[in-house]
């Protein structure tokens, strides 16, 4: 692991204290016993130890808890994992422990044991770790306060200081931690130690709980290139309506993630919740590490904050072949797993789970590792002596592709022995078939091989049933390659028109907003084409018209105008009526009808809500009370 990625946003903050325990020339030293540090920052916990010269060390660990004499390695701690760092220097102890817990707050010890005796130093370390937090006093004057940047621990003697407003770096104080200004209840505040902002503290609002502010759920991420993640903020805003919402990266200005052509059929902005953004991320890259950031603009204010947003490290997994016949499992980060997987000539080897592996002395087989729990994401098979070894890797793991289409699946291999008598492919849950034999797939594949070593499975006229995992296999007089590692995972995708909002309804037309969805968005920036009756309109994300009873939409990815989704039809315009027996009184129940055809695709809304509440010809409202009088109903299409 990377100490550079691990060190990043250090913060802490020790007595100058060494503390020596020394029986019998062992001894363990440790540079301070009491430490302090800041919520999502990295501690380094210095310590060295001596022992005789004839006398052999079996293990090193540290550990808070220890049950009989038998202490918990830290590393095997599922609560510490991926978070922990043991010094590769064999006198050395030190500890590294990154993206600080409140809950890490604890005693730690070292131990070490030898072939003659165990030793553990003590008293140990006491470590606290704090939380930044701004406590906003307003006991003296109501409309001015005092903004106190606090912590649960003593940190070093007069630290500096930095303010936020909304925020913005407002200030910084060299000799003092607090803040006086005059309390507008729009604002929001936060603090951070000077030099180690990464761990800054949440934003707060000086007055109530509404104002302008964003948090973030998680300071850093690390993730396996391959693979997706979720960052997500939680936001507020002063004022009542949000206009947009948006997110963007460090280094490419304010650009929406969605407009960026790197990030094209990649990204999606989730929410499902009110004042709760997610930004997922898929198939990332190496390339995809940087600090993301979010915003959202109302009529009269918009958040543009210079606070840290959310640091992701995307890492791809390698195995590294150390001297001898030693393998390594190396990432630039640690994605917090505890344990590995091992895999030669494809197969997992059981029982091996640590970084390291020991090879055999058959140079024929080859290698590959993965992190516990995300297998899919494993390293590239690597020889241990050269080039040549029985080994198959494929060009991408994913690949999404529109029915109808085409498909290229990759995979590069080599063998030990020559020559090769067989290649082929097949599909997963259906044995080890050849697809050229399959009767699915009769008159569609095409075995490509233009280069020695390569081959490619061409799939034509795409349906989605040939969703599914596509694996490459050889054979030679003495060896078959049939590996468990994952292939390549195709998903066949067919689009389908949504109505995204109704705008209005006039006399005969409905003015509406459509969109066009897929289950995945193939690679590269590809954009929605759409036809009104079989005529071409326009090339945009979605497509807002008015249309008549009876017209006849679709969408197709552009390049692919051949492949379009399935045609809908506009709908009849829907009225909705109520039948009351009276005047209506509290606790009683109202229904009300549509005369909407199918209607088993229409849902029901009512005024200021947008979560349907049901969907069919009649809607219900049981126990009405006097707050409800005013509210209307509406009844949209679910599709078109």
Request: proline fraction near 3%; aromatic fraction near 10%.
């Amino acid at each position: 692991m990377s100490l550079s990625a691990t060190a990043s946003g250090l913060v802490l903050f020790h007595l100058s204290l060494t503390v020596v325990q020394s029986q019998n020339h062992y001894g363990v030293t440790y540079t301070s016993t009491q430490i302090c540090a800041v919520k999502g920052s990295t501690v380094v916990i210095g310590c060295s130890f001596k022992y005789p010269s004839r006398v052999n060390v079996l293990k090193r660990v540290w550990f808070t808890k220890e049950n009989n004499y038998n202490p918990e390695d830290l590393k095997t701690d599922p609560v510490y994992a991926g978070r922990v760092l043991y010094s590769p220097q064999w006198k050395s102890c030190t500890l590294t422990i990154r993206d600080l817990r409140e809950s890490d707050s604890a005693v730690y010890k070292f131990r070490f044991e030898t072939d003659r005796k165990d030793f553990t130093g003590l008293p140990g370390v006491t470590l606290t770790v704090t939380a930044l937090q701004v406590h906003v006093d307003t006991s003296s004057y109501p409309d001015w306060g005092t903004l106190i940047c606090q912590s649960s621990c003593r940190l070093h003697d007069r630290p500096s200081y930095i303010w936020y407003k909304n925020g913005q770096k407002i200030s910084t104080q060299s000799d003092q931690y607090w803040y006086t200004d005059y309390l507008n209840p729009s604002d929001s505040y936060s603090c951070a130690v000077r030099g180690h902002e990464a761990s800054t503290s949440p934003s707060v609002c000086v007055r109530g709980v509404s104002c302008n502010r964003v948090n973030y759920s998680n300071r850093s991420i690390c993730a396996v290139k391959g693979s997706s993640v979720n960052i997500s903020s939680t936001y507020n805003s002063y004022e009542s309506l949000i206009q947009s919402t948006s997110w963007f990266r460090s280094g490419r200005g304010s650009e929406d993630l969605r407009e960026d052509s790197q990030y094209a059929g990649r990204v999606e902005v989730i929410e499902t919740e009110r004042g709760r953004s997610t930004l997922r991320i898929r198939d990332l890259t190496e390339s995809d590490s940087a600090q993301y950031h979010f915003k959202f603009k109302t009529q009269r204010f918009e958040w543009k904050s210079s606070l840290p947003g959310t640091t992701l490290t995307v890492t791809d997994v390698q195995v590294s072949v150390s001297t001898g016949r030693k393998l390594d499992c190396v990432t630039r980060c640690n994605p917090y797993v505890s344990s590995y997987v091992w895999y030669k000539n494809g197969q997992q080897v059981n029982g091996a789970s640590s970084s390291s592996y020991e090879a055999s002395y058959d140079t024929s087989n080859s290698y590959s590792c993965a992190l516990k729990g995300i297998e899919d994401f494993h390293s590239s098979l690597v020889c241990i002596n050269g080039e040549r070894c029985n080994r198959v890797n494929y060009s991408k793991r994913r690949i999404c592709a529109v029915k109808g289409s085409s498909v290229d699946i990759s995979s590069t291999y080599n063998s030990y022995e020559s020559p090769i008598q067989s290649t082929s492919w097949f599909c997963s849950g259906r044995g080890s078939e050849d697809l050229r034999e399959d009767s699915q797939y009769a008159g569609r594949v095409e075995l490509i091989e233009t280069e020695r070593g390569r081959s490619t499975l061409r799939i034509r006229d795409l349906t989605e049933s040939d969703s599914a995992e596509y694996h490459f296999k050889f054979k030679t007089q003495s060896f078959e390659w049939k590996s468990s590692l994952p292939g390549t995972t195709l998903t066949v995708t067919a689009l389908q028109v949504k109505v995204s909002r109704i705008i209005s309804v006039h006399e005969s037309q409905t003015e509406v907003e459509l969109k066009c969805e897929s289950s995945c968005s193939p690679a590269g920036r590809l954009y929605f084409v759409w036809f009104k009756n079989n005529q071409f309109m326009v090339e945009q994300s979605s497509y807002q018209d008015l249309f008549n009873p009876g017209d006849v939409i679709s969408c197709a990815f552009k390049g692919h105008e051949d492949c379009r989704s399935a045609s809908v039809y506009a709908p009849n315009l829907t009225s909705v009526s109520v039948s009351l027996s009276g005047e209506i009184v509290e606790g009683s129940s109202v229904t009300y009808s549509s005369n909407a055809i199918p209607i088993d695709n229409y849902t029901w809304y009512k005024e200021d809500e947008d979560s349907e509440k049901t969907s069919g010809q009649n809607f219900t409202i049981t126990d009405v009370q006097h707050e409800k009088s005013g509210s209307f109903i509406t009844v949209k299409p679910r599709t078109i």
